[in-house]
């Protein structure tokens, strides 16, 4: 049985959650909402505090940042809700069922769960043929 991420298990969950329908922008919201306001705020609070100290250039650049990444954000979800019809036809339901059924409840040592995650994960993978 293959031992699924929680990045994986998430995907998998995600893809059926949206089976019979496709992602929508209110799913999207509902989903990064909140982060998309806390980038807003964060965004407000650097550009004052740039103003403030009379460094408006820096300020337009983290305008542009900011609204860099939220439309970023925009472009991802508008792909993906043109893509979602081909990506529906071609899964295997019953297969991705039997994954999400397999991955559950594994606390096995070694398991998905119990790996080291971030630059240690970074460092494997780029030493990794998948990286050569």
Known sequence: MIQLTRSQIRLLRYYLDHRNQPPTVVDFLRKFGLVLLLWVAFAAASCWYCF?????????????????????????LIWTMQV????????????????????????????????????ATLGRFFASKRCA
């Not at 990506?87 to 019953?94: E, F, G, K, L, Y």
């Not at 059924?101 to 080291?116: H, I, K, L, V």
């Open 52 to 76: 403030s100290k009379g460094m408006p250039e820096f300020a337009y650049v983290l305008i542009g940042l900011f609204a860099g990444a939220i439309l970023r954000e925009i472009r991802q």
């Open 84 to 119: 979602w019809p081909a990506a529906v036809a071609i899964t295997d339901w019953r297969r991705v069922e039997e994954l999400l059924a397999g991955s559950t409840g594994n606390a096995e040592p070694g398991a998905a769960a119990d790996r080291p995650r971030g630059f």
